[in-house]
């Protein structure tokens, strides 16, 4: 079976016009479509809003399928904050919640000094 064979029982499948239909009537189609789920993976897998058809993956909102995305694996995209590099104190711009060194060289001078103060 492809990859694709789920987008044949797609209940949008043929309707060149479904994008222009309201957004209930989509919605309505959606609900009751076998193969929402598959739809849903693949907007959340590309995070992409909408689907190849245009409207939002599985009949969720783009807002909601982006949402998805960014929280899969517990991963959470912040706005943009600015904060110290716990090693060497300069400021850094960043978007992950747990960021605490403003460069990999900074992250690695601060395993090394902590692996020594063991071996000492
Ligand atoms: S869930 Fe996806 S495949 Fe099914 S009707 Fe809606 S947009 Fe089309
Ligand atoms: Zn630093």
Known sequence: M????WQDQAVCRGDLRFTDRPAGEQAAACRRCPVRFECLELGVEQ????SACGVGFG???????????RTRGGRRTLPARLLR?????????TRSATARYCSK????RTYA???LAVVR
């Open 85 to 93: 590099c716990v090693q060497c104190g300069a400021r850094f711009e």
């Open 59 to 69: 009949g969720r909102t783009s807002g909601e399928v982006l949402e998805i995305a």
């Open 105 to 108: 060289l900074c992250r690695q």
């Open 47 to 50: 995070a992409r809003g909408n």
């Open 2 to 5: 492809s990859e694709w064979a």
């Open 113 to 115: 000094r902590n692996r």
